[in-house]
């Protein structure tokens, strides 16, 4: 497969800037904007698929790394370890989903990762769409042997996704956290920040055993800038939330992901 090496079509003093919108549109949603990231590295930093990706999963990691101490003002961390059944059950899944799916990503031809990467934006539209800012639910399982088993199949789903994705997986995770566990939703936004860090860390290891790996040494001071700006925009997103209305907020975001999702699919 080629998944050669490229260099951004912009300046390092871009990256900043570039991470502080991607940011700021995941502080909106309460997210770390990791999905529109991606397409932004591939679209207008002209990185190859494989090299996105990683890229993406290293700044994702530290934008995660700094929002775990961040959100423990407002939901304590001894609420977040008496969950540690879910965290426990989801991750069960979501390690080895994460490590399949770096796995495959870094045997895929190019093409095939643009499509599938494609395919996954779409998705996260969806999701985006018909399932952020709903309320606590009642658990769609009961507790037992099924629901624990849902949430090994739901982890595992989850894993794939995030790592071909290089994504944090938290649009995907409180769903699912809401849905079949019946958690509230903020505290299905700390229980899901604690789900992702060992997730992202197990195909991070996966994809250090790639050549394309060495993408994060030739541009660690772009990465370390792109995500310096995207912890600056997720903060300044989340003081604007409230302000832009929902109505019109997750059908915009939305569209931007559909919108990258072509433009990925036609990437060459």
Known sequence: MNHSASNPSQSKASAFVGGGLV???GGLIGLGG????LPLLIGFYRFAALEAVILNKAM????VAFALPFRTQAVPVAQVLSHWPVILNLLAGSLIGAWCGASWATRMRSDLLYRIIAILLVGMAV?????HGAGSHQALLQPGPVQIAGGVVAGFAIGVVAAVMGVAGGELLIPTLTLLFGVDLKLAGSLSLAISLPTMLAAFARYSRDQSF????RHRGF???MAAGSIV??????????IVPTGLLLPLL????????????RHK
């Not at 925009?233 to 409230?242: D, R, T």
């Not at 992901?257 to 699919?265: H, R």
């Open 214 to 217: 060495s993408v994060l040494v």
């Open 60 to 63: 994702s990691l530290v934008v």
């Open 127 to 131: 999701v985006l769409w018909t399932s």
């Open 254 to 265: 939305a569209a931007i992901l559909l919108i990258s999702a072509v433009k990925v699919w």
């Open 23 to 25: 940011g700021t549109l």
């Open 223 to 225: 990465a370390g800038l």
């Open 34 to 37: 990791a999905e529109f990231r």
């Open 233 to 242: 925009g997720a903060y300044l997103g989340g003081l604007l939330l409230g």
